[in-house]
């Protein structure tokens, strides 16, 4: 690195079974500061780092998610404030999610104003991946401007997600975990000031409320599953 890069936004990590470590996180480097989406692979001191994507391709990366397979291929969902289709107005943001499971980096718009999937005007904040034993591909994130949280899904042979509207209204940040058996459990705050917990393990969408009351709940909230 140089002076003037600014390294580190948005880190997430994860671990695979072979104790490897999968970082991912946005820099931006250079006196016109180049945004990046940056990933490090390690284990034992020794780092491997990638460029994932850059605005050189148009995006803005700000919220970043990662998480990895059972073949130790890594899965990155995060939000681009700058859809290329709209240039540099700041008025296409889209989830975008990345994958590394043929040997190099891929990236496809998973829904965006740009017209994909549904055409939201500002989607894809606070993402969270998950990826189940059998392949498929679970993200949770905020659709902002209906104030909803929305769960998307990829089986590993499907062309494209599918899409969910999760209860409420959504407010703060969401998480998503995928169980041993490919069930989902997700936790995300509401307008009413609640924590919103909600899984698919019965077959369906099932909503329970762990917490609730006060003026200050579920404003951030984590999840995680005991192997």
Do not use: M
Not at 6 to 13: A, E, K, P
Not at 56 to 77: K, L, P, R, T
Not at 149 to 173: D, Q
Not at 178 to 186: A, E, G, L
């Amino acid at each position: 690195s140089t002076a003037g890069d600014d390294y580190g936004h948005y880190c997430c990590l994860a671990i695979d079974k072979n104790n490897k470590l999968h970082v991912a996180y946005n820099c931006q480097v250079g006196s016109t500061t180049k945004n990046i989406l940056r990933y490090a692979s390690g284990i034992g001191g020794f780092w491997n780092i990638e460029t994932v994507d850059e605005d050189s391709n148009g995006i803005e990366v700000e919220y970043v998610s990662i998480a990895v397979d059972d073949n130790c291929h890594a899965h990155i969902a995060y939000y681009d404030s700058k859809t290329p289709a709209y240039g540099n107005n700041y008025s296409g943001e889209s989830i975008r999610y990345a994958t590394n499971k043929s040997g190099s980096w891929s990236t496809k718009i998973i829904e965006g104003e740009d017209g994909t999937s549904g055409g939201n005007f500002d989607t894809g904040r606070y993402p969270s991946i998950g990826v189940g034993t059998d392949g498929t591909i679970h993200v949770a994130y905020k659709d902002y401007d209906n104030s909803v949280f929305r769960y998307a899904s990829k089986g590993s042979s499907a062309s494209g997600f599918t899409f969910t509207n999760l209860n409420g209204n959504g407010y703060g940040n969401i998480v998503l975990a995928v169980d041993k058996n490919n069930s989902i459990h997700i936790a995300y705050g509401n307008s009413s000031n609640e924590v919103v917990y909600a899984t698919n393990k019965s077959g369906s969408l099932v909503y329970e409320q762990p917490a609730s009351g006060g003026s200050s709940f579920a404003r951030t909230v984590a999840i995680t599953l005991g192997r």
